[in-house]
């Protein structure tokens, strides 16, 4: 799999505009959100520096270069020989939940894919091969855990060609488009570009996925520390508010999370998964008017396919059927291949006592169906359906 990456660069020539510019640079600075955390609630706890989390073994780094050495002696580029030995390295990983540090993925032999993409980085390191991230989303796993809804998304990792002699010496063009390979560890069809990250994204998307486990787990404190670490590389990241919202929504202190909520509206700095979190607090607190505004602005910000099947659902639990058959269709249409639009367009013929279309639904849902426990469930609907015709 090969992605182009295009840099446009460029130039605006200000002349003369010192003052105008302080002022335009005053309109847009945007304060921190750890500013506003309630930071008495919390005790601080130890936690991975930067550097601990792409370092490697003393013997896996000699291994490694080695190896390197060896293969480009060959001939064969850095960031291919990089690519050569990981492909021999993951051939035995558990690809389980855990998010690991480089040395804990190579002792453990497992890890996600944010744990693989920390690994390729840590080689990266090792190489002097620089690099750059896409963050994608992939069919998700819902998981309910208590008010919070798990979903998963996951990074390409592009290791970039040494730059030649004869680039080097030429600074009279821009090369538009470099060359490199691309690790993705969980090739798939259903997934859905989310948008281009970096360095800071991949160390702040390992801060938050342990500071989520540590919600889960109602270690709050611990949580707190890993959110804090996270935003020192995406001082302004959506998710991160997100996370730091919910954990103060969790250890009562609803009136900060109102306040981060708020915050993150205010700027702009908003995502599906932060307006549904909000919109969840508005109906703890009965606000419904704000309930209202929150679910406008859900469907604005909706983003993956699963944005917008979320939004048919609730169109169908509130019998708008008409709106939730329109959203299935459109997503259908684009993602043929995903059961679960099928499932709830079923789901809406049944409820419009339409049962030879719900059972035709059904039957689309079965065939795209991607897991045994999802077959068996819409197996079960249909011979349920199957007994009323």
Known sequence: MRYLFVFLFIIFLLTGCNSTQSKSEEKVAIPSPISLANHALFKLEPVPNEKEIFSLPKAEQAKFLEKLNKLMQKGVRADTAISQYLDNLVSGFTYDGETLTARDSVSKRAGNCVSLAILTQAYANLAGIETSFREVSTTPVYKREQDLLLVSTHFNTKLFAP????????????????????????????????????????????????????????????????????????????????????????VG??????????????????????????????????????????????????????????????????????????????????????????????????????????????????????????????EAKLKSLELTL
């Open 253 to 378: 202190d609803t009136t900060t999370a109102k306040e981060l909520f708020e915050f993150a509206l205010k700027y702009e700095l908003v995502s599906s998964n932060l307006v549904a979190s909000y919109r969840y607090l508005a109906t703890q607190l009965g606000d419904i008017a704000l309930e209202k505004k929150l679910e406008t602005e859900l469907e604005k910000v909706a983003k993956t396919p699963f944005d917008y099947l979320q939004i048919a659902i609730k169109a169908t639990n509130k019998k708008s059927y008409r709106k939730a058959k329109k959203i299935l269709k459109v997503i259908i249409q684009h993602y043929p291949y995903l059961p679960e639009p099928h499932f709830e367009l079923a789901k809406v013929y049944y409820l419009q006592n339409h049962h030879d279309l719900a059972k035709v639904a059904l039957e689309e849902a079965i065939k795209m169906s991607d897991s045994q426990e999802k077959t068996g469930m819409y």
């Open 163 to 250: 730059v030649e002699e004869t680039e080097e010496k030429d600074k009279n063009w821009i090369e538009i488009i470099r060359k490199g390979t691309v690790i993705d560890y969980f090739p798939q069809q259903n997934t859905f570009y989310l948008g281009n990250a970096n360095y800071q994204s991949l160390i702040s998307k390992f801060y938050a996925n342990l500071a989520t486990e540590a919600l889960i787990k109602e270690n709050f404190n611990l949580s707190y520390s890993l959110t804090s670490e996270a935003f020192k590389f995406t001082p302004h990241n959506p998710e991160l508010i997100n996370l730091l919202a919910i954990l103060h929504r969790r």
